[in-house]
């Protein structure tokens, strides 16, 4: 039996340290041999060899090469004695030649040993390169793999056509919630065999991270055999699969992106198939969806408008600006509603229907329409110093509505701002107000208990809203545009009349929105509607134009 690595280096050792005792015995020899020597010298003579041996022993342990010392000095020894003698003792001989034994058996262990060694180390590497390509839990390819595979099939395309499917399981992590990593990582086993089993011998298939795989089609001839490989394997991935008891079905979104030769990067074709797999998954899961370019440059431009929101927010692009609310008795300004502008570096001032609806998908109105507050209730804190009763209103999110900390953060700006709280008016739309009733007639309350008031704004546009509207503390109503524009007909006159009529039953104080000429106006006063706004009035502007409207105003001229 081959002694094990373990073994040989013990054997080595033991080996070491005889030839070291060896070669002080033969260093010693020609004294011991002597025979005018008593007893007592020769039993001090081998204490002191051995006492010798354990220190050079002990000392090799630090540095190695001291255990070599006592054989080179014992051969020059027995080289010169050789030379100066005419006759060896046969002592002498038999030590000098256990010390060259002791020596060649070192070499060969040595040797042996040097050859384990290698054999381990190449055994060593080649698991290390094995699992620098593969996954571990699956046993097939890794994204290292997967990349160099792909990288030389595009490569060796030709005319040929080259498609990468991202598979990726649907709802993975509520099974590893519900029955653990155990039955989770048997899952992924089982998709891989299951992925496998639908590729060609030439195909390779790797997973890329987490519940990810990604298969490498070479050298396709017709591109809809990638559709065929994808729907099989979602079809084979969904059959049912029992793993410790449970009855799992793995369903799984695909992802496709082909390209013919070799002028395509991986890089490219992965991103593409990615793509096509967040279409596919957008589209309800289950799917698999190739790669299109039209979608890929709409989610493009979305990720550029994302990140132009947000160095917008940091770089301070947007501007609050203000449309007068007029009293129709004289048509004077006694308040503005709060409006922002995006102040674009490229595209110049923006209105909010070209970026609010992205805002609010992207989660950042609640930070927007905190600055506008802020913004706007220390603007108006100054032109209330110049004009006693003046009022603001500031607009309403869905998000701000839903934020836990929207009342703290109003009255945080009303303390910092020096605002009165019953000249700041809230603006929400009936659509806004009535996604949740009861919340929303909770944070409205709150809101209303610092001091605020509160406008439902496009009323009248909300069907339901009529029979809720008590439940709401609500204190202005807006009047949607829509009515003010439809008061040339007769039926229009009769709706906004109706609408006022509203507004007095539930003793709201109305405001018309869009009056767009002087008739509108007159009309609106005729139906006793005491506020309104619009471009018949004034457009949106900016803080330093609203103040030199109302200093005009002031003065004595006319809006």
């Given at each position: 039996?081959?002694?094990?690595?373990?073994?040989?280096?013990?054997?080595?050792?033991?080996?070491?340290?005889?030839?070291?005792?060896?070669?002080?015995?033969?260093?010693?020899?020609?004294?011991?041999?002597?025979?005018?020597?008593?007893?007592?010298?020769?039993?001090?003579?081998?204490?002191?060899?051995?006492?010798?041996?354990?220190?050079?022993?002990?000392?090799?342990?630090?540095?190695?090469?001291?255990?070599?010392?006592?054989?080179?000095?014992?051969?020059?020894?027995?080289?010169?004695?050789?030379?100066?003698?005419?006759?060896?003792?046969?002592?002498?001989?038999?030590?000098?030649?256990?010390?060259?034994?002791?020596?060649?058996?070192?070499?060969?262990?040595?040797?042996?040993?040097?050859?384990?060694?290698?054999?381990?180390?190449?055994?060593?590497?080649?698991?290390?390169?094995?699992?620098?390509?593969?996954?571990?839990?699956?046993?097939?390819?890794?994204?290292?793999?997967?990349?160099?595979?792909?990288?030389?099939?595009?490569?060796?395309?030709?005319?040929?056509?080259?498609?990468?499917?991202?598979?990726?399981?649907?709802?993975?992590?509520?099974?590893?919630?519900?029955?653990?990593?155990?039955?989770?990582?048997?899952?992924?086993?089982?998709?891989?065999?299951?992925?496998?089993?639908?590729?060609?011998?030439?195909?390779?298939?790797?997973?890329?991270?987490?519940?990810?795989?990604?298969?490498?089609?070479?050298?396709?001839?017709?591109?809809?055999?990638?559709?065929?490989?994808?729907?099989?394997i979602l079809r084979d991935l969904a059959q049912p699969l029992e793993v410790d008891g449970h009855l799992l079905t793995i369903r799984a979104s695909a992802g496709i992106a082909l390209t013919r030769g070799s002028e395509t990067a991986v890089d490219e074709v992965m991103r593409e198939a990615d793509q096509a797999l967040y279409q596919a998954k957008a589209e309800g899961r289950g799917v698999a969806r190739r790669f299109d370019p039209a979608q890929f440059a709409k989610a493009e431009q979305r990720r550029r408008d994302e990140a132009e929101v947000l160095r917008a927010l940091d770089n301070h692009e947007f501007e609050v600006y203000y449309q007068p609310i007029v009293d129709l008795d004289g048509e004077h300004t006694v308040g503005v509603e709060a409006l922002v502008r995006w102040r674009h570096p490229e595209r110049g001032v923006l209105p909010p229907g070209a970026f609010?609806?992205?805002?609010?998908?992207?989660?950042?109105?609640?930070?927007?329409?905190?600055?506008?507050?802020?913004?706007?209730?220390?603007?108006?804190?100054?032109?209330?110093?110049?004009?006693?009763?003046?009022?603001?209103?500031?607009?309403?999110?869905?998000?701000?509505?839903?934020?836990?900390?929207?009342?703290?953060?109003?009255?945080?700006?009303?303390?910092?701002?020096?605002?009165?709280?019953?000249?700041?008016?809230?603006?929400?739309?009936?659509?806004?107000?009535?996604?949740?009733?009861?919340?929303?007639?909770?944070?409205?309350?709150?809101?209303?208990?610092?001091?605020?008031?509160?406008?439902?704004?496009?009323?009248?546009?909300?069907?339901?809203?009529?029979?809720?509207?008590?439940?709401?503390?609500?204190?202005?109503?807006?009047?949607?545009?829509?009515?003010?524009?439809?008061?040339?007909?007769?039926?229009?006159?009769?709706?906004?009349?109706?609408?006022?009529?509203?507004?007095?039953?539930?003793?709201?104080?109305?405001?018309?929105?869009?009056?767009?000429?002087?008739?509108?106006?007159?009309?609106?006063?005729?139906?006793?509607?005491?506020?309104?706004?619009?471009?018949?009035?004034?457009?949106?502007?900016?803080?330093?134009?609203?103040?030199?409207?109302?200093?005009?105003?002031?003065?004595?001229?006319?809006?």
């Amino acid at each position: 039996m081959v002694p094990t690595g373990k073994a040989l280096t013990r054997i080595r050792r033991v080996v070491d340290d005889a030839m070291v005792f060896a070669s002080l015995v033969l260093l010693a020899w020609p004294a011991l041999a002597r025979d005018d020597l008593g007893a007592l010298f020769v039993t001090a003579a081998a204490v002191a060899v051995a006492v010798l041996g354990v220190a050079i022993i002990a000392l090799a342990m630090r540095k190695p090469l001291v255990r070599y010392a006592p054989p080179v000095a014992a051969a020059v020894m027995a080289t010169l004695f050789t030379y100066g003698h005419d006759t060896i003792s046969v002592g002498m001989v038999r030590a000098t030649i256990g010390v060259g034994a002791i020596v060649l058996l070192r070499q060969l262990l040595g040797a042996h040993t040097n050859a384990v060694l290698v054999r381990d180390l190449t055994r060593q590497s080649a698991i290390l390169a094995s699992q620098a390509y593969r996954d571990p839990l699956t046993e097939v390819g890794n994204r290292r793999m997967f990349i160099e595979h792909a990288s030389d099939a595009l490569a060796r395309a030709g005319d040929t056509i080259t498609s990468v499917v991202l598979v990726d399981l649907d709802g993975f992590k509520d099974i590893n919630d519900a029955y653990g990593n155990a039955v989770g990582d048997e899952m992924l086993r089982a998709a891989a065999e299951r992925i496998n089993a639908n590729v060609r011998s030439n195909d390779a298939v790797s997973r890329l991270g987490s519940d990810e795989f990604a298969v490498l089609l070479p050298r396709l001839a017709d591109d809809l055999l990638a559709d065929g490989v994808a729907n099989r394997i979602l079809r084979d991935l969904a059959q049912p699969l029992e793993v410790d008891g449970h009855l799992l079905t793995i369903r799984a979104s695909a992802g496709i992106a082909l390209t013919r030769g070799s002028e395509t990067a991986v890089d490219e074709v992965m991103r593409e198939a990615d793509q096509a797999l967040y279409q596919a998954k957008a589209e309800g899961r289950g799917v698999a969806r190739r790669f299109d370019p039209a979608q890929f440059a709409k989610a493009e431009q979305r990720r550029r408008d994302e990140a132009e929101v947000l160095r917008a927010l940091d770089n301070h692009e947007f501007e609050v600006y203000y449309q007068p609310i007029v009293d129709l008795d004289g048509e004077h300004t006694v308040g503005v509603e709060a409006l922002v502008r995006w102040r674009h570096p490229e595209r110049g001032v923006l209105p909010p229907g070209a970026f609010l609806d992205l805002a609010e998908s992207m989660g950042v109105v609640p930070r927007l329409g905190g600055w506008v507050l802020e913004q706007a209730c220390q603007q108006a804190a100054e032109w209330q110093r110049q004009i006693p009763g003046f009022e603001l209103n500031v607009n309403l999110s869905a998000s701000q509505l839903g934020n836990p900390e929207l009342v703290d953060e109003v009255r945080g700006v009303l303390e910092r701002t020096g605002m009165t709280p019953s000249l700041l008016v809230l603006e929400l739309t009936e659509s806004v107000a009535l996604t949740d009733l009861v919340e929303s007639a909770r944070v409205l309350g709150a809101l209303k208990n610092l001091g605020v008031r509160i406008a439902l704004d496009d009323f009248g546009t909300g069907f339901s809203s009529l029979s809720h509207l008590a439940a709401l503390p609500v204190d202005v109503v807006k009047i949607d545009r829509s009515f003010v524009q439809a008061m040339a007909e007769t039926a229009g006159a009769s709706v906004a009349e109706a609408v006022l009529q509203i507004a007095r039953t539930f003793d709201l104080a109305p405001v018309a929105e869009g009056v767009e000429d002087a008739s509108q106006a007159a009309r609106l006063r005729e139906l006793e509607c005491a506020q309104a706004q619009g471009y018949h009035f004034a457009r949106p502007m900016p803080a330093e134009d609203m103040t030199a409207l109302l200093q005009r105003q002031s003065a004595g001229l006319s809006l």
